[in-house]
């Protein structure tokens, strides 16, 4: 469920553009033009457009594309643009000065995309309730796991690289795809042909968008870590040099760019891969990631402070559907199995969340010897959710289940001969 930073910060720039170009592209001819070039992405010609209009803002956004943090900065800062200063922090993850900027011009989409990208959805959505920004709020369900109530407001908003952003992380590979042809959106296509497996197809989409991140992201994936370090420095993407030195075991240099980009989900992932729990829970603590803190409690096999600390991160109320999931599995590996159970119906009835909840509840009633009731609960799964992603581990379930059952059946009969 994790919302990518990229993604977040993307679809906060093509708003403010789209903003940008209703009002003021009537206004100065050279503007209007600078801003077509820039949704064109030909920023060379944006950039001449903008200077012919001494427009700064524009400038901004265009470095800003190309990730030229420094040269964006002092664009805006030339005509104290303070929405562009608050769009410059969030994307190098500068998270205080992006909420300092963002509140000073009573921007609160601007203030909540902020505290998604540190997890802190359940803030961002009273964020912005003070200002209507559909995209904006459907980021923060995202992140809460709540994709039916996302796709509405990605609907509303008519966002379709939105609505293909919540399907891919829905796992819903189809309905993204078709999501991002609709807008044109190359690097989701890319992104959806790489999750895929198509890296010819994903390649020939993030060269057609020039998205060298995606092409880092795609060299990454292939394990050409050299190359994706080459794509990730010409898109200043300090994250994704750290995670090719990750990749190559290069852990100083990896911790080095990850501190640098300030990422410290990424960091923590690192600490977490290589069995550090006590230094990866401190780096999720500090993003707010309270699920991956809670597997670190997991993995020191302490299900008491991994209890303690999944109910009291419920209660506070962020990522509560996947802290039940976790929950409800620490019990079950306790034995504790009617108190999983408990966990799990709850998350049944989280319309956003149904799904896992069936899943997990039909595991648990296999592995209990319920056989009859497992059954039910996998075939309701299917019948509600014909599209699932589990469907092939629900099917292999159920044939196990029918197989087992009657197993026990012949079994009987034969014992009553």
């Not at 690192?270 to 991956?292: I, Q, T």
């Amino acid at each position: 469920m994790k919302i990518r930073p990229g993604f977040l910060f993307r679809f906060m720039v093509l708003s403010v553009i789209a903003l940008a170009v209703l009002v003021m592209g009537f206004e100065n001819g050279y503007s209007a033009f600078g801003y077509n070039y820039l949704k064109q992405r030909e920023y060379d010609k944006a950039i001449q457009s903008f200077v012919m209009a001494n427009n700064y803002s524009g400038l901004g956004l265009t470095y800003l594309k190309r990730k030229m943090y420094q040269d964006a900065e002092e664009a805006f800062r030339l005509v104290n643009d303070k929405k562009g200063l608050g769009l410059v922090y969030l994307q190098k993850h500068e998270h205080n000065r992006a909420l300092e900027y963002f509140k000073s011009v009573e921007d609160y989409a601007g203030v909540g995309l902020v505290l998604c990208s540190q997890h802190k959805y359940k803030e961002a959505l009273e964020e912005m309730k003070k200002q209507s920004d559909f995209t904006a709020a459907a980021h923060a369900y995202m992140g809460m796991g709540q994709y039916r109530k996302a796709i509405q407001l990605f609907e509303s908003a008519n966002d379709y690289s939105g609505l293909g952003l919540a399907y891919l992380s829905k796992g819903d590979r189809e309905k993204a795809r078709e999501c991002f042809e609709r807008n044109l959106d190359y690097s989701g296509l890319g992104l959806v042909a790489l999750r895929n497996g198509n890296f010819k197809q994903a390649r020939e989409y993030f060269q057609k968008e020039n998205d060298v991140q995606g092409l880092g992201l795609l060299a990454l994936n292939r394990g050409h870590y050299t190359l994706a370090i080459k794509y990730f420095l010409e898109a200043n993407d300090k994250s994704g040099i750290g995670k090719a030195y990750f990749k190559m075991g290069n852990y100083a240099l990896a911790k080095q760019y990850f501190m640098e980009a300030n990422d410290y989900d990424a960091l923590g992932d690192m600490y977490f891969s290589l069995r550090g729990f006590d230094k990866a829970f401190v780096c999720f603590e500090k993003v707010g990631n309270k699920v991956k803190a809670l597997q670190c409690l997991r993995e020191k096999k302490d299900p008491a402070a991994a209890s303690a600390y999944a109910e009291q991160a419920i209660q506070a109320g962020e990522m509560v559907p996947e802290l039940r999931l976790q929950l409800g599995e620490i019990y079950r590996s306790e034995k504790k199995f009617d108190l999983a159970e408990t966990q799990f119906r709850v998350v049944m009835q989280m319309e956003e969340m149904e799904e896992d909840g069936l899943l997990y509840l039909g595991r648990l009633q296999f592995d209990t010897g319920k056989y009859s009731e497992a059954l039910t609960t996998f075939q309701s799964l299917l019948s509600k959710y014909p599209d699932t992603r589990y469907a092939v581990d629900v099917q292999i379930s159920l044939k196990t289940i029918k197989t087992l059952a009657g197993l026990i059946e012949k079994n009987k009969n034969q014992s009553e001969l």
